[in-house]
T-cell receptor, first 115, second 114 residues
């Protein structure tokens, strides 16, 4: 158990639908990162939040949005889903208040299948 | 972030040392070398990182050349469970509140054979 919790582990939904993926970071970590991993694209950075504020944005589609709440958990919202959105979605957290500089701790991911 | 070059794949016999190379010829003075691995479809796992000196932890050793243009990750006694995709990444140090994201390349597939 890495300490980063992602729910649900698996999600199957139809095209056009909307889903929400949830991430609870490791205790003390203020930054949350979202990554998408599809078969042919590798790990793609989507977005980063730090202490509730958006800090960096990657190749995130306009149909996707995210937020980080006061308790530091984060949600990734995916709407108007397409078949190509089928992928593994990983959340990672980093940088405890002790500033460990040990990089990211990843969750076990949510496997999204759009049918 | 500076680019890294890794071979696409490597095989290793179980019980032997696995030496995973990485070239990072454009690395800057303030950039660290980080290694992560991803076993099957699990979340990537931090292995080790270093700046100039060689580093060792319970998982692996990291050897960085004096000119810092390349490095080698060493798994001293590879097991079947070490079969994974290994990512070599160079980047500046993490800072609280910083926006420097971790950029993953294609990595290198290590297969440990019985």
């Amino acid at each position: 158990d890495s300490g980063v919790t992602q729910t649900p582990k698996h999600l199957i939904t139809a095209t056009g639908q909307r889903v929400t993926l949830r991430c609870s970071p490791r205790s003390g970590d203020l930054s949350v990162y979202w990554y998408q991993q599809s078969l042919d694209q590798g790990l793609q950075f989507l977005i980063q939040y730090y202490n509730g504020e958006e800090r960096a944005k990657g190749n995130i589609l306009e149909r996707f949005s995210a937020q980080q709440f006061p308790d530091l958990h984060s949600e990734l919202n995916l709407s108007s889903l397409e078949l190509g959105d089928s992928a593994l979605y990983f959340c990672a957290s980093s940088v405890s208040v002790q500033d460990s500089n040990y990089g990211y701790t990843f969750g076990s991911g949510t496997r999204l299948t759009v049918v | 972030d500076a680019k890294t070059t890794q071979p696409p794949s490597m095989d290793c016999a179980e019980g032997r040392a696995a030496n995973l190379p990485c070239n990072h010829s454009t690395i800057s003075g303030n950039e660290y070398v980080y290694w992560y691995r991803q076993i099957h479809s699990q979340g990537p796992q931090y292995i080790i990182h270093g700046l100039k000196n060689n580093e060792t932890n319970e998982m692996a050793s990291l050897i960085i050349t004096e000119d810092r243009k390349s490095s080698t990750l060493i798994l001293p006694h590879a097991t079947l469970r070490d079969t994974a995709v290994y990512y070599c990444i160079v980047r500046v140090a993490f800072a609280q509140g910083g926006s420097e994201k971790l950029v993953f390349g294609k990595g290198m597939k290590l297969t440990v054979n019985p």
